[in-house]
């Protein structure tokens, strides 16, 4: 990759691209997934590397395409940890900020209620956006100063994208916040938007801005807005 980028404080970067553009490889980059092969990762002026990992991973809240969800009570996955350590209030709103409440309170056992039939039979099963959902709310319980959303959404259509999204940009105002996306204008109310190709940045700038300039972004968002005007949601429904 051949990349010079710098993430200001409480600043939410988009980053789109084509599949294997260099997306994900960024975002292990930034987290500390991965080490450069050449160059270096900064965090406040100093080599990640310099940082005890374990630490330096305690920064970074992340919501990942692939997840894992334990089948423990929906509390304990707010939390994220064991019985008895998890702080009930903090949990629950956190749950609210990611628009689940409604959801919990209409359980028989509320935020105690266990996730999933695979232990017990009366277990909850949610659909694909409230499991989103309570990602967030997780990432958001752990209050780490950076978020990083590497396309949790993608098997979610267009619609139910955006408006999850629109939920992450107002609960995560007051942190740096790297979201991830195809589809690019599930990201335009980002400050700033990075788009890939190859491993580099191709363009840079707000939604408004790389329309304007009528480069490769514009043409992938013509591209895609021209599939979604021939293709409504109500349509492929019913096809």
């Known amino acids: 990759m ?4 710098k993430i200001n404080p409480a600043e939410h970067l988009a980053v789109v691209g084509l599949n294997g553009a260099g997306k ?7 987290c500390g997934l991965i080490d450069p ?11 990640v590397r310099a940082y005890n990992r374990t630490a330096y991973y305690r920064l970074f809240s992340a919501v990942f395409q692939q997840f894992s969800i334990l089948p423990a009570t929906i509390e304990e996955i707010a939390g994220e940890s064991a019985p008895g350590q998890v702080d009930p209030e903090a949990a629950g709103n956190c749950l609210l900020q990611a628009g689940l409440w409604d959801k919990i309170q209409e359980l028989p056992n509320g935020i105690k209620s266990t996730y999933s039939r695979v232990i017990q039979d009366d277990g909850i099963e949610f659909s694909g956006g ?5 990602l967030l709310a997780r990432a958001l319980y752990k209050n780490a100063p950076v978020m990083v959303l590497d396309e949790p959404t993608a098997a979610l259509d267009p619609i139910s994208e955006s408006r999850l999204y629109e939920t992450y940009h107002k609960v995560m105002e007051n942190h740096s916040t790297v979201f991830i996306s195809h589809r690019l204008a599930s990201t335009r109310f980002c400050s700033r938007i990075l788009l890939m190709d190859d491993g ?3 363009e ?5 801005q790389l329309l304007s300039q009528k480069g490769k972004y514009y043409e992938l968002f013509e591209t895609q807005a021209k599939y979604y005007r ?8 019913e096809e």
């Open 230 to 237: 021939e293709h409504p949601a109500g349509k492929e429904a």
């Open 204 to 208: 840079e700038g707000t939604h408004e």
């Open 200 to 202: 580099r940045i191709a």
């Open 130 to 134: 409230e499991l989103q959902k309570l």
């Open 37 to 47: 092969t050449a160059g270096t990762v900064l965090y406040d002026g100093t080599d």
């Open 2 to 5: 051949d990349i010079n980028l």
């Open 24 to 30: 994900t490889t960024l975002v292990k980059l930034i």
